[in-house]
């Protein structure tokens, strides 16, 4: 089950990061936020959706590893979630939808790397 949420989380973040760099004109008017800003948070999201699928690919991906990528997703979306009644009145209703759907994508991914956790076998790095 380990290796599931892990490629999960990979296709989570290359898709995320192919809508804002192939959207991302249309993203940083959502946002109001400068495209270049988009265009590297996109770059970001492929490199790191490459990075996931390198440890979906090892035969016993590390404990530690999904559970720091379990935090990382549960703590990006709860800051989405914190940041944005701040921002709502000044993004579009498409931005105010992108964010949800990313936030609520960030916290649906950490929850099942961390039920993957709980329920998978045991693997290399730290036991439960």
Request: proline share 3%.
């Amino acid at each position: 089950m380990l290796h599931t949420a892990l490629w999960v989380d990979a296709a989570f973040e290359l898709v995320a990061g192919a809508v804002l760099l192939l959207l991302a004109g249309s993203v940083a008017n959502w946002l109001d936020a400068d495209r270049a800003i988009v265009s590297i948070a996109g770059v970001i999201f492929l490199g790191a959706s490459a990075a996931i699928a390198g440890f979906a690919l090892q035969p016993a991906p590390a404990r530690r590893t999904v559970s720091t990528l379990a935090a990382l997703n549960l703590i990006g979306g709860v800051a989405i979630w914190c940041v944005l009644p701040f921002v709502w009145s000044g993004i579009s209703g498409e931005g105010r939808w992108m964010a949800a759907a990313i936030a609520d994508s960030f916290i649906a991914v950490a929850a099942l790397e961390f039920l993957a956790l709980q329920r998978g076998a045991p693997a290399t790095g730290v036991t439960r």
